[in-house]
Every structure is written in C-alpha cells, then in structure tokens.
C-alpha cells in the first residue's frame, strides 16, 4: 500500500521548552490500522495534532505523497478522549456540524448524518441531546461526526479510555467493522496493549522525555477479528511482544 | 413536578406569613405608632388606599428598568464580544469597565444628571451603569471557557473565527450570559431607584423613588412603605421571569437545568 501520509525526522518544542516529540520517522499507509502505543506524556496527542494540521512541527516534515500537499487539503475525522459533543445539539445535529461548517445544504447533509448515526449503531436516536446518552453512546456519536465526512484518515485520541471494559470492547468491534467496510486510514492513539494488539495491523511503540518512536511491531492476524481472538494463543503471544516493547520504551 | 414545586413555594411562603403575623402582632401589642412601625395589614389597606398614586409610579421606575436593562444587555453583550476578539482590547478597555462598576454609583449620579440635562436619561444612564457589568464579564467569562478540543474541531473544518462565535462560543456561553442577566435585573432596578433618590425631582412622571422622599417629608410613613413593598414585589416579578426564562432556554441541556432522579 502506498503512503497517505509521511513523518521525517519530525519534532515539537512548546514555548516553555518543552520537548514533546524528537525526531519521529513514521509512515501511515493508506487504509491502515495503525496504533500509536506509549506511556502517558510520551506525546502521542501532540503527534495527532501535528498530523492533522492543528499544531506545527519545530523541526522534520509531514508529508501527504498524494494529492494535496498538507492535512488541509484533506478531509480528516478526529476523535478526541472525550466524546466532545455540543451539548445544546442533538446527536443529529452533532453529527451534521462538519457538513454544515463546510456550507453542505441541509437538505443534504441531514441524510448523510442520519445515515452516519446509523453505521455507528445508533439508528432512532437522532433527536437525543448527548446528556441523555451514555458514555458509549456519546463516544459513537463522536465517531460518527468524524465519519460524516468520509475521511481518508482518522485519528483517534485514547478514544475508549474512559469507558468500563465491556463497552469498549463492543466500541473496538463496531470500530473494526466500520474500518472493515470503509477501509480509511487509522491512526489509533492508545496506552492499553491489549486495545492495540486487537485492533491494529501495525503497533508504533513511543517512549517519553522527548517523544520518540522506538519500535514497530506488525501484527499479522487477520481480520475479521472476533472476540474468539482475543483468548487465542496468538493474541497473547503478540501481546507479550508489546508489552515486552512498551516496557523496552518505559526503560529507555 | 409538583411534589418537587410545592416545597420550593410553600415552605417561603409559610415563613412569610409567620413574620408578617409577627410584625403585625407586635405592632398591635406593643402600641407602636404608625409613623414609626406601621403595621402590615395598614400598610396593605394604603396600598389599596394610594393606588392611583403609586401605579403609575411604578410604571416610571419599571420603564426606566427595563430600558437601562436592555441597553446592558445590548451593550454589555457587544462589548464582551469585542472583548473576546483580541486580548489587547480587553486588557485596554476592561478596567475602565471595572473602575465604572466599582464607584458608587450615588456619587456620580449628580454629575450625570447635570451632564445628560434631562431627568428621563440621566436615570436610564445610572440604572445601566449599574446593570451592565454582570452582563459584560460573565458572558466575557463563557466566551473564553469554550472547551478547547471543540475549539479544534472548529479549527480542523477550517470554520473561521465569525463561524466558530456563531456555532460555538455564543451557544457555549449562554448559560453564563443568563446567569449575569438574572444579577443585572436586580441591579437595574436599584439603580434606577437609586437614581430617582439621587435626583430627587417633581414633576408629573415621578418614579416610586420619590414617592418614599416624598412620603417620607410628609411622615406619610405607611406609604413608605407601601411603595417600599412595590419595588421588592417587582424585585422579585423580575428575578422570577429572568429565571424562568433562563429555564426555558437551557433547559434542554445545561446541567444546571435539569431535574435529577433520585
């Protein structure tokens, strides 16, 4: 698979002196699955906001090989660690606000929004306002606003990190159906092995102070991958690889 | 609804009365002359008694109110969102915002009403002067607490600064706004009551304001009080509507709003 985006020698300085990341090499292949794996403060969020354009790199280059030079020229979906929904909008609403903020007629955009709403299971529920759906809820409706406009990458902040493990292992499915079908480009920020083991085909392992990647693990299990994966031989023995990796980036 | 709604007006009203039996009894018992103590039944028969006096009296200072209110909500609004716009205008411009806020407002009433040269608006100017400030830095608050990954989102779909205050910051700040504008509607009415006391005039459109100076030359002490008890109940009628309309808007989603099972 070719390249959608590329990461060369990239690293961010805040203005307090503050070394977030250090030269990052990274590709994301177009429809990957790729997780980002590190400790908390190893600048996992920092490297989502500079691949989506919300922040500048210091020093190094992102480059989009394809059409369209930067992360402007491209639709993107980010989902944040909180659902970060408008609380004064129903879910319908919420899911039409990128359409709406790029001027799509509402005509159009109601269709496509009510069509997202339902790839993400949440069908019936479009006139709900988010305080009264459960954190689950909350999170699809964020995914589906981040869907609504068919991106070619997605990034995901620790999505599910605030969720009890039952719903977050039906949201890692849903996610991987959903990719299944669509097959955009994921970039999956996460401190949990097992989360990144399940869902990913690629595992870049950051260590922290500075940022950096410092290994790449591929896991080569094929999809669809059932719950029945997730008891397997082959799981744990992944598993054990990256936490073996992560404890590598930990010491280092 | 109205198990969760009766105690909320009847346990006030229960302590109401209790004082007013109180003070009436009290007044009785203890041969308390009305022109120092009048006691409330006598005070309701003179409100009956000087109604044609005290209404449009009333009706002077609600207008005043009202439009020294509107005018704060207008200008208070505007200004908190010029404010927002650059850090420069506010750091510039907010401490004259804050020093028109903090001086008494009876020590330059004089100086306005000699300045404006007509009664009508040097009283709507010292009722806005007072009123405007909640207004202005709560909803300045609201605007600047929008959260910050909404604030990406925005960015990321490229909704440029007119787009994000219409979609974001003014929706995200409503709560606030109304909770300053519960604050202002008590304000204006003090201030146009303070105003009215500071000018001090006759004429033919005169305020409750002066109906409590001029009772009071005429130690008409229960009409006092009389207008006194107007200018609560309108402090209250006021208060009462800002907050049932701040239900109505928020009620849908602001936490403050919402009734919780238990």
């Known amino acids: ?252 | 609804m109205s198990a969760v709604f009766a105690p909320r007006v009847i346990a006030p009203l229960v302590v109401g009365v209790v004082m007013l039996v109180l003070w009436e009894a009290a007044v009785r018992l203890g041969g308390m002359p009305s022109y120092i103590l009048p006691g409330p039944i006598l005070i309701a028969q003179t409100l009956a008694a000087d109604w044609n006096t005290l209404w449009p009296s009333l009706l002077v200072t609600l207008s005043v109110t009202l439009e020294a209110l509107a005018a704060a909500v207008i200008v208070g609004g505007l200004l908190a969102i010029l404010f927002v716009q650059s850090k420069w205008i506010e750091l510039s411009f907010l401490p004259y915002a804050i020093i028109l806020q903090v001086t008494p407002i009876v020590a330059i009433a004089p100086l306005i009403i000699v300045w404006a040269n007509n009664v009508d608006l040097s009283l709507l100017i010292c009722a806005w002067i007072v009123a405007f400030f909640p207004i202005l830095s709560s909803t300045i608050l609201g605007l600047t607490s929008v959260d910050h990954n909404l604030l990406s989102l925005f960015e990321l779909y490229g909704a440029g600064r007119w787009r994000t205050l219409i979609h974001l910051r003014l929706p995200a700040s409503l709560p606030y706004f109304l909770s300053g504008l519960r604050i202002s509607g008590g304000l204006a009415l003090i201030g146009a009551v303070v105003a009215e006391f500071v000018a001090g005039t006759g004429g033919a459109e005169s305020g409750l304001a002066y109906r409590i100076l001029e009772s009071g030359y005429q130690l008409k002490v229960p009409r006092m009080f009389a207008a006194l008890a107007l200018i609560s109940a309108t402090g209250i009628v006021i208060f009462l509507l800002l907050s049932s309309l701040s239900h109505l808007l928020l009620r849908k989603w602001h936490e403050s709003a919402l009734s919780h099972e238990r």
Not at chain 1, 81 to 100: C, G, I, S
Not at chain 1, 169 to 179: E, Q, V
Not at chain 1, 223 to 246: K, N, W
């Open chain 1, 1 to 252: 698979m070719p390249d959608l985006v590329r990461l060369r020698g990239v690293s961010k300085v805040f203005a307090n002196g503050v070394r977030a990341l250090a030269d990052v090499s990274l590709e994301l292949r177009t429809a990957e699955f790729l997780s980002v794996l590190g400790p908390s403060g190893c600048g996992k969020s920092t490297l989502l906001r500079l691949i989506s354009g919300l922040a500048t790199p210091s020093g190094g280059t992102i480059g989009w090989p394809g059409a369209g030079r930067t992360a402007r020229d491209h639709e993107l979906g980010f989902v944040f660690q909180e659902p970060t929904l408008l609380p004064w909008a129903t879910a319908l609403a919420n899911v039409m606000l990128p359409l709406k903020l790029h001027g799509m007629a509402k005509s159009e955009s109601e269709g496509r929004a009510v069509e997202a709403l339902r790839q993400v299971g949440l069908g019936g529920f479009e006139q709900a306002y988010p305080r009264e759906l459960s954190g689950g809820m909350k999170m699809r409706v964020s995914i589906a606003r981040a869907l609504v406009t068919a991106p070619r990458l997605l990034l995901m902040d620790e999505p599910f990190a605030a969720l009890d493990e039952i719903t977050r292992h039906r949201l890692n499915a849903d996610l991987l159906a959903l990719w299944e079908r669509q097959r955009f480009t994921v970039v999956f920020v996460t401190h949990s092995v097992f989360e990144s083991v399940f869902l990913s085909q690629r595992i870049a392992v950051m260590a922290a102070r500075p940022g950096r990647v410092l290994s790449e693990l591929v896991i080569d299990a094929a999809y669809p991958r059932a719950d029945s994966f997730r008891t397997s031989a082959e799981y744990a023995g992944y598993c054990r690889l990256a936490s073996a990796q992560l404890g590598e980036a930990m010491a280092a």
